[in-house]
């Protein structure tokens, strides 16, 4: 029998790298879910799929303080975001949802995304190892990757940058190679995390 697992709970939310965000006033509610799951369901059916997966942590994290306390938690959401960071096999994955506009469809919508997971599995198709494969995160505790011996920036290396290289140079070596890289799935994470880094180095020196 495998053994428990209770979910953690943890401000705030922590979102993957290359996952772009939803833009503001494009979520909405047309997601075809049921309309009377709540979120004590939704949370409830992320337990199950995270007792069948049997990680040794699972962790909802949000920018809701005591999402699982309905007396403690505020009655007004203004960030519905979600993510569920689980530890399996000493590899960490992270699952994260913001198209919805409430929490709760966030939610149910990562338990969906699992479920299907394990479903295709059960089909045979692949294991849920490797289906998994795209939610695969760097371990939170392992060190920041370091810059290599001219003082350049990971993401530099990435794109083939410069010190002196503007933001217009990193969108443009971005498009170019994402259009060449649109089947290698691995490759592209890294070029959007690549990208994503990039855009937020320029920004901060606006």
Avoid at 84 to 98: M, P, R, T, W
Avoid at 164 to 187: C, F, G, M, P, S
């Amino acid at each position: 029998m495998s053994q428990f697992t209770p979910l953690e709970f943890s401000t705030p939310l922590i979102w993957p790298e290359a996952q772009v965000k939803t833009p503001r006033g494009r979520q909405n509610n047309l997601n075809g879910f049921p309309p009377s799951v709540t979120l004590a369901d939704a949370l409830r059916y992320i337990e199950e799929e995270v007792q069948a997966l049997s990680p040794t942590k699972a962790i909802i994290t949000s920018h809701v303080e005591y999402l699982n306390n309905d007396r403690l938690r505020s009655k007004e959401i203004t960030n519905s975001a979600a993510s569920l960071k689980l530890s399996i096999s000493g590899q960490y994955f992270l699952f994260a949802c913001d198209r919805w506009l409430l929490i709760t469809h966030n939610l149910y919508a990562i338990s969906a995304t699992i479920r299907n997971l394990r479903q295709i599995a059960q089909f045979g198709v692949a294991d849920t190892q490797h289906l998994m494969q795209p939610y695969l995160v760097q371990s939170p505790t392992s060190v920041a990757p370091q810059r290599n011996a001219t003082g350049d920036e990971p993401w530099m290396q990435t794109l083939g940058l410069g010190s002196t290289a503007t933001v217009e140079d990193a969108n443009a070596i971005y498009r170019a190679r994402a259009k060449i890289l649109q089947n290698d799935a691995e490759a592209l994470m890294h070029l959007n995390a690549a990208i994503e880094q990039a855009r937020q180095f320029f920004g901060s020196k606006g």
